[in-house]
């Protein structure tokens, strides 16, 4: 069966600091991938999306990046983090007619 | 370009009523309908989804929800809550070029009363 997994599940980083948040899929290939951010009080929005190795759009301009470096691995990146990137942070694929959600990260930054 | 809008922001119920929860969608076409589910701190669980067919569409949980072109609605139902209910509900469509590609709505959070 597929799954997916998602971390580290909860991250408090410093203004200033870099980030890495790691996504990987089992169970399936060439999955369309997610990455979406659900800030306090809000619906989730999406960032980034995949529908395979090195090919990323983006949704909204931001202080973040993504990359596909396998089929089914999405990394979500900051070289600099700002207090507005505080967020909950959750990776999806697509597959099966639905979306299928990680456990997301809780990133605090301070 | 897509939208969804849940107007109820939070809704309380006492356990054993009836539930709705609204959702009103914006699309040219019929888009694909989603709910999902979210307990604090973890990640989305699907309920039930809409593509095409019978507009009454059974999901887990013993929720329904039930498709009305002519309201742009996808309305979520379910004629008995329990406790164990109470989390935050989005709503979500999509349909576009992108497969998968899901817009969002800001989520409904409901609390159960004993």
């Known amino acids: 069966s597929q799954t997916i997994h998602q971390w580290p599940a909860t991250l408090v980083q410093p203004v200033g600091s870099p980030l890495s948040l790691e996504c990987t899929v089992e169970?399936?290939?060439?999955?369309?991938l997610y990455w979406y951010r659900q800030a306090a009080g809000r619906g989730l929005q999406l960032l980034f999306y995949?529908?395979?190795?090195?090919?990323i759009s983006s949704e909204v301009p931001q202080n973040l990046s993504a990359s596909r470096p396998q089929d089914r691995q999405f990394i979500l990146s900051s070289k600099k983090l700002l207090l507005s990137d505080s967020g909950f942070y959750l990776c999806?694929?697509?597959?099966?007619?639905?979306?299928?959600f990680g456990q997301g990260t809780r990133l605090t930054v301070v | 370009a897509q939208s969804v809008t849940q107007p109820d922001i939070h809704i309380t119920v006492s356990e054993g009523a009836s539930l709705e929860l609204r959702c009103n969608y914006s699309?040219?076409?019929?888009?694909?309908l989603f709910w999902y589910v979210q307990s604090p701190g973890q990640g989305l669980q699907l309920l039930l989804k809409?593509?095409?067919?019978?507009?009454l569409v059974q999901g887990i949980k013993g929720f329904e929800a039930e498709f009305k072109r002519s309201q742009s609605s996808f309305n979520l139902r379910k004629p008995s809550v329990h406790w164990s209910d109470a989390a935050e509900y989005f709503c979500?469509?999509?349909?576009?070029?992108?497969?998968?590609?899901?817009?969002f709505g800001r989520g409904t959070q409901l609390t159960v009363w004993p």
């Open positions: 999806a694929w697509w597959g099966l007619g639905e979306a299928f």
């Open positions: 699309y040219g076409a019929t888009p694909y």
């Open positions: 169970g399936t290939s060439n999955p369309n």
């Open positions: 995949s529908v395979g190795i090195g090919q």
């Open positions: 979500a469509s999509g349909g576009g070029s992108t497969l998968g590609r899901l817009y």
């Open positions: 809409y593509f095409s067919g019978d507009t």
